[in-house]
T-cell receptor, first 113, second 114 residues
Framework: AQSVAQPEDQVNVAEGNPLTVKCTYSVSGNPYLFWYVQYPNRGLQFLLKYITGDNLVKGSYGFEAEFNKSQTSFHLKKPSALVSDSALYFCAVRDPYNNDMRFGAGTRLTVKP | DSGVTQTPKHLITATGQRVTLRCSPRSGDLSVYWYQQSLDQGLQFLIHYYNGEERAKGNILERFSAQQFPDLHSELNLSSLELGDSALYFC?????????????FGAGSRLTVL
């Protein structure tokens, strides 16, 4: 079965600095990978996804993610963090042949002014 | 507004009781997913329905059951509630059964079991 791991419970960065939120995955076939963000008292919102092709995926709000097949990773990045980026970030994976989407435990990003 | 509607938003009940959470998917979406979000276990996949049929089952307890009706809305039934069932329950919908389709989440139903 597919799974994802987010090795960091918490990431702290200063505003204006680059940020990285890490994700590694395990899936039997070629994965579909996703990043979602959750703001307080809200549902999850889609940021970006990787299906195939270019390993660098661009998404909403200036976020991007880099797919690395050899390292089975899909790290979320942003060149310059904003205070408003502070939220809970979830990585998710779907095996193309399965019907469910599995989420990581989440990483809380805090951007300090 | 994501287009996925969940009711109730908040629910407080006692141990041993039974509750029903309701989800209306986004217009045109045939798939409904249920997830449980608790502080210590992250976002756990419970169950997936596509066009009225169960397609995948995750870490759903036997005390929990779900169904998707002909009008595509779904209900998650939680019975013999325990303190540990207190959590946020999310419903998400997508247009297809699988593949690279994005899930659209509702705002969640917060269940508190006292």
């Amino acid at each position: 079965a597919q799974s994802v791991a987010q090795p960091e419970d918490q990431v702290n960065v200063a505003e204006g600095n680059p940020l990285t939120v890490k994700c590694t995955y395990s899936v039997s076939g070629n994965p579909y990978l996703f990043w979602y963000v959750q703001y307080p008292n809200r549902g999850l919102q889609f940021l970006l996804k990787y299906i195939t092709g270019d390993n660098l995926v661009k998404g909403s709000y200036g976020f991007e993610a880099e797919f690395n097949k050899s390292q089975t990773s899909f790290h979320l990045k942003k060149p310059s963090a904003l205070v408003s980026d502070s939220a809970l970030y979830f990585c998710a994976v779907r095996d193309p042949y399965n019907n469910d989407m599995r989420f990581g435990a989440g990483t809380r990003l805090t951007v300090k002014p | 507004d994501s287009g996925v509607t969940q009711t109730p938003k908040h629910l407080i009940t006692a141990t041993g009781q039974r509750v029903t959470l309701r989800c209306s998917p986004r217009s045109g979406d045939l798939s409904v997913y249920w997830y449980q979000q608790s502080l210590d276990q992250g976002l756990q996949f419970l169950i997936h329905y596509y066009n009225g049929e169960e397609r995948a089952k995750g870490n759903i307890l036997e005390r929990f059951s779900a169904q998707q009706f002909p009008d595509l809305h779904s209900e998650l039934n939680l019975s013999s509630l325990e303190l540990g069932d207190s959590a946020l329950y999310f419903c998400a919908s997508s247009s297809h059964r699988a593949g690279a389709n994005v899930l659209t989440f509702g705002a969640g139903s917060r269940l508190t079991v006292l």
